[in-house]
């Protein structure tokens, strides 16, 4: 008992102990060992559990908070770069309902998008990783969730989507340094154009080696990213995929789903994440600046 | 300071003996407050000159045990935790309700004491 209780009781304090300032942690710390030590010799153990754990579950409310703490930026951060991805595929099947609505489906969609986005920019700029390196995971990590989700599916033709995933990745790196270079009124517009094209010049690449593994027409490749966000009957002839005539765009939006919305909410996401830290960057004083890097 | 029902019970159990030192475990006993609302408690008391802390002058090798941290009111958290324990009691009187009344307007006119046990 002696012996697990005292290991608990010294877990639950050094949770306490990072919930007070870094200034006087140490000496908080030193006092509460001393009286957990004639606890623990007393033998008292619930009561030595039950003063570690106070301090571990509750909040010093030491002075206002103006800024997040250290542990909860990492929180943030952490969270954020789960749950990005995560929102947004969730943002793309939500987009791609709205679109079935209409004009005003894509308005809506378009909104959301724009929403995430600031959101997302809005977590990472508060997040630990001040780095403008840090949208590089905030791009690699969704394209790999992509990537190894994709051939999930266990078709063929699914497979394809490897290659143009792992161009999407390069040219979102490629254009995140070039954005973290420019300036600001410029980053947001090229920014963004440039995630646009990338999802496009990806999404042009699937098509064109998927039409290619069907056997339809492949010059209406460049045409699939902007017809299947605004959902237009566009794309190849008739096709005798699984020995039935089918409408060739038919096939190929089979094929595509969700892979153009995903790509630019990604994408979208990543540039939003990098100019909101950047931004954020801009407006802590130096000395913060300095002490961070 | 804002004086808080918790706030009141630590002034309280420190002014009882203003010259006897205090350490956390004794006032947690004294308050019946936990520890995480203690010691924040004592921090803040701490940083608004109200309490003194020092460590216990032992050797832990000799003593077999750690140091303890002692707390005491200083001359000016004396003063002040007496009156504003006073304006406290003053406030929540059921048999000075009326008086309560016009000396809460002067009370909450103090800068420092919010005059309310929250």
Known sequence: ?293 | MRITVPVARVLSALVGDPEVDRYGLDLMGATGLPSGTLYPILQRLQGAGWVDARWEDIDPVVSGRPARRYYRLTAVGVTEARQALAELHAQTSPSRARSSARRRARISARPGVTGSAT
Do not use: Q
């Open chain 1, 1 to 293: 008992m002696r012996t697990i209780a005292g290991f608990v009781a010294r877990l639950l304090l050094g949770v306490a102990r990072r919930r007070w300032p870094l200034s006087i942690r140490d000496g908080r710390v030193d006092e509460w060992r001393a009286e957990i030590h004639v606890l623990a010799a007393e033998r008292r153990w619930w009561r030595m559990l039950g003063f570690a754990a106070s301090l571990a579950v509750t909040r010093p409310a030491l002075k206002p908070r103006h800024a997040l703490t250290m542990d909860r930026r990492a929180v943030l951060t952490g969270t954020m770069l789960l749950l990005g991805p995560v929102a947004g595929l969730v943002l793309a099947y939500v987009g791609m309902f709205l679109m079935g609505l209409g004009l005003f489906g894509l308005l809506a969609f378009g909104l959301l998008l724009w929403c995430g986005g600031l959101l997302c920019a809005y977590a990472g700029a508060n997040g630990a990783m001040m780095r403008r390196w840090a949208a590089l995971p905030a791009v690699l990590l969704p394209c790999l969730a992509v990537v190894l989700y994709l051939p999930e599916f266990g078709v063929a033709g699914y497979r394809t989507l490897t290659r143009p995933t792992l161009l999407w990745a390069g040219l979102m790196v490629l254009l995140l340094i070039v954005v973290g270079l420019l300036p600001r009124p410029v980053s947001w517009w090229i920014g963004y154009a440039a995630a646009v094209a990338a999802a496009w010049v990806a999404v042009t690449w699937a098509v064109w080696l998927y039409a290619g593994v069907v056997r339809l027409d492949t010059s209406y490749a460049w045409l699939w990213f902007p017809a299947s966000l605004l959902e237009i009957d566009i794309g190849p002839g008739p096709s005798g995929v699984d020995g039935s005539v089918l409408p060739g765009w038919f096939v190929v939006w089979d094929f595509t789903e969700i892979y153009p919305t995903t790509l630019l909410a990604l994408g979208v996401y990543a540039v939003a994440y990098l100019i909101g830290v950047r931004e954020h960057r801009g407006n802590v004083p130096e000395a913060v600046v300095s002490a961070r890097s």
